[in-house]
Each structure stands twice: as C-alpha cells, then as structure tokens.
C-alpha cells in the first residue's frame, strides 16, 4: 500500500485546492493520504530554523506511516525538503521556496524524483533554479504564489487543472506508486 503525505503551506491547509486535488491524484493511485495540519504558530519562515521546525513536524508522521511515502508540499512545507533528500522520497513541491537556500541546498539534495511546480510572479519562485534542479517542472507564465493568473477567476481554475495534469504526469513517468510491489 502507497502513502501521500501532504504538508501545508502558512496561510492555507492541507485542503486548500492545491494542496486537495494533488492529494486526490495520489489518492486515486490508491494511497493513503495523511493532510497534516500546523500544531502550532510556526517562527519566522525565512529565516533557517524554519527548516527544523518544519521537520520536527513532519518527521514524526513520516516516521509514523513508514516506507518511503509521497511528499506533497506548498510552500512552507517545502522546507520538509530536507526529510525527503534524508530518506530519498518522492515529492512534489508546490510553490517551492526557492529564494530560500535552505530549501534550494535540500532540493539539490535530493535522489529521488521531485515535481517542482510555481509561477512566473511569485516572488519565491525561480524557474531557472527550478530547472536546474528537476526535469519535471511546471512554470505558469504570470501566476503568483497561490497559483492565481490575472483576468476572470476561471483563467486561475485553469491552471489548477494544469497543476493536477502535471502531478498525474509526473507520477506516471516516475512509476508512482510502484506497480511492481
């Protein structure tokens, strides 16, 4: 049996619509999805001890489901980059941190598959980072950090679907979860 851990970002939880549909794709692979939520206020996220906050709050639960779950993350959990590069799991990072070289140093790290996913005016994101980092990226030309593009609200629910398509993709060409077991 496969697991999807889904780590939320600081504004939203684990079922905001990014953080929902791309725990869905993982869910209809047939995982168990385990949505954390924040146990407490969390510190300063752009300064490094963030980091292990961050980790001191999704360790246990990985440790909890065991194996070598999938990470889904937005944002401020993509400073559980560090728990995935340690442990080689999968992951897909929404809206990465990466103007934080904390979260770029453990991106780099990493020997497992990561879909890095954000947007053009997102003051956090950087695509050619991005690239560097990854194969699998998904850019949206104008979106911000909540993935939102300018003009009528359809044109954001648009890119959401773009978001689910490229978490399918991206499980696909990674074999996830192992069709093997």
């Not at 489901?65 to 070598?68: D, H, N, Q, S």
């Not at 993509?78 to 980059?81: F, K, Q």
């Not at 991005?130 to 990226?137: G, I, Q, Y």
């Given at each position: 049996m496969a697991d999807a851990v889904v780590?939320?970002?600081?504004?939203?939880?684990p079922g905001a619509p990014l953080l929902m549909y791309a725990g869905d794709v993982a869910?209809?692979?047939?995982?168990t999805v385990h949505r954390h939520s924040w146990s407490q206020e969390?510190?300063?996220?752009d300064q490094p001890g963030i980091q292990s906050w961050v980790s001191g709050e999704i360790a246990p639960l990985v440790d909890t489901?065991?194996?070598?779950p999938l990470l889904i993350g937005k944002s401020l959990g993509?400073?559980?980059?560090v728990i995935a590069a340690e442990r080689s799991l999968p992951a897909v990072w929404l809206t990465p941190l990466l103007t934080m070289p904390w979260v770029v140093?453990?991106?780099?790290?990493a020997t497992a598959p990561i879909l890095l996913v954000?947007?053009?005016a997102d003051t956090f994101w950087d695509g050619d980072i991005?690239?560097?980092?990854?194969?699998?990226?998904l850019e949206v030309e104008g979106a911000d950090h909540g993935m939102y593009v300018p003009g009528p609200l359809t044109e954001s629910i648009a890119v959401l679907g773009r978001v689910v398509v490229a978490v399918e993709e991206f499980l696909d060409a990674v074999d996830w979860p192992d069709r093997a077991r």
């Open positions: 780590i939320p970002g600081g504004k939203f939880g869910e209809q692979r047939g995982a969390f510190p300063e996220f489901v065991g194996g070598r993509t400073n559980a980059a140093a453990a991106l780099d790290r954000g947007g053009t991005a690239r560097r980092l990854s194969p699998h990226v």
